[in-house]
């Protein structure tokens, strides 16, 4: 069975994200790992643009759920990609987490730990009613 790790791992190969964030050191590990692969890429600060991909792991354990929360809040508004490995109801619950929009991407694994993830690119997805053929046509109205 795949790790949470292994779970995020596979994902910077398929997405191959140019421009990393990595909150902590777990996320740096993972993110030094992905540019032995993919020497092109770069882990960038927070205040740079254009970020691909941001990870974060064991720093929202050290937070209480509203520090968690703002964390997870400014780095979904930084990133149209996010990646969080978390143990779920510390200090986040899978509710939490559904309300910042993200959704489970892998796990939990036997000691509780995940994978959430949000991607901005599939976030919502257009319904059938939303497209020209549905919509009035002007043409045809009379004055």
């Known amino acids: 069975m795949l790790t949470p790790a292994g779970f995020i791992s596979r994902e910077l190969c398929q997405r191959k994200p140019m421009r ?4 902590d050191s777990f996320s740096h590990k993972l993110a030094n790992a992905y540019l032995s692969e993919f020497p092109d890429a770069r882990i960038l600060g927070s205040e740079a643009p254009g970020i691909d ?4 792991s064991e720093s929202l354990n050290t937070l209480d759920k509203p520090g968690a929360i ?3 809040g400014g780095v979904i508004r930084l990133c149209p990609v996010v990646l969080v490995m978390a143990k ?3 200090p986040l619950g ?5 309300k910042l929009g993200m959704q489970r991407w892998h796990g939990p694994d036997e000691s509780g730990t995940g994978v959430f993830g949000f991607d901005l690119h599939t976030y ?3 319904p059938d009613w939303l497209n020209a053929k549905y919509w009035a046509h002007p043409e045809r109205w009379k004055p």
Do not use: Y
């Open 20 to 23: 990393l964030l990595a909150i």
């Open 70 to 72: 703002i964390l997870l």
């Open 53 to 56: 991909l941001a990870l974060i």
């Open 124 to 126: 919502k997805t257009v």
């Open 94 to 98: 899978f509710n939490d987490f559904l």
């Open 88 to 90: 779920e109801n510390h």
